[in-house]
């Protein structure tokens, strides 16, 4: 079946840029995402990738994609102290006029001041 | 001017007890989704509905019964509480795109 897998914990200083890693197993997947979780708070969509594209870019945001290596990237350059949150990978594919997302389970990322 | 509403936010309720879940979307989507958040943070999917049609059941229980009275509105009823279903609900909605809008989240505590 489809899994997304993500390590659970990164751990940077400010200023530097953060990379977090992503694997997936479904060869289908058409959108891949990143969203972010702050605490108490709802999941926001940050950036995605159509699973044709290698690379995307979004201010300090770099999304890579390894289509053939199943593996996805987000790199967030000059990492502040309110990027910290949960991100979770996940992707999708189209079905019946529904877009499934299947999720990691979230890298926490804390920023050290 | 919210796009994806849940209410409510918190809800604290005994086992054996029947609840439900509101959710609401100003966004004109033609699909909206439930997702359930557990402790360790893991989402996953448990129901989908495309234009008031149920498209993705994922193995929930038949405690939970999804309603849309609209395109606008998908609640969720839980009959019978259970422990287990202490988590963090969250409704999205997209329009036949990849982006879904995520709603703040209803946080399910039963005791």
């Known amino acids: 079946g489809e899994d997304v897998e993500q390590s659970l914990f990164l751990s940077v200083r400010e200023g530097d840029s953060s990379v977090i890693n992503c694997t997936y197993t479904d060869s289908s997947s058409t959108y891949l995402y990143w969203y972010k979780q702050e605490p108490g708070a709802g999941l926001q969509l940050l950036t995605y990738?159509?699973?044709?594209?290698d690379m995307k870019q979004d201010q300090r945001l770099t999304v890579l994609l390894n289509k053939k290596d199943k593996h996805l990237s987000l790199r967030i350059a000059d990492t502040q102290t309110g990027d910290s949150a949960i991100y979770f990978c996940?992707?999708?594919?189209?079905?019946?006029?529904?877009?499934?997302?299947?999720f990691g389970k979230g890298t926490k990322l804390s920023v050290i001041p | 001017d919210t796009a994806v509403s849940q209410t409510p936010k918190y809800l604290v309720t005994q086992m054996g007890n029947d609840k439900s879940i509101k959710c609401e979307q100003n966004l004109g989507h033609d699909t909206m989704y439930w997702y359930k958040q557990d402790s360790k943070k893991f989402l996953k999917i448990m129901f989908s509905y495309n234009n008031k049609e149920l498209i993705i059941n994922e193995t929930v229980p038949n405690r939970f019964s999804p309603k849309s009275p609209d395109k606008a509105h998908l609640n969720l009823h839980i009959n019978s509480l259970e422990l287990g279903d202490s988590a963090v609900y969250f409704c999205a909605s997209s329009q036949k795109t990849y982006e879904q809008y995520f709603g703040p989240g209803t946080r399910l505590t039963v005791t």
């Open positions: 990738i159509f699973s044709n594209m």
């Open positions: 996940a992707e999708s594919h189209s079905g019946a006029g529904s877009y499934q997302l299947t």
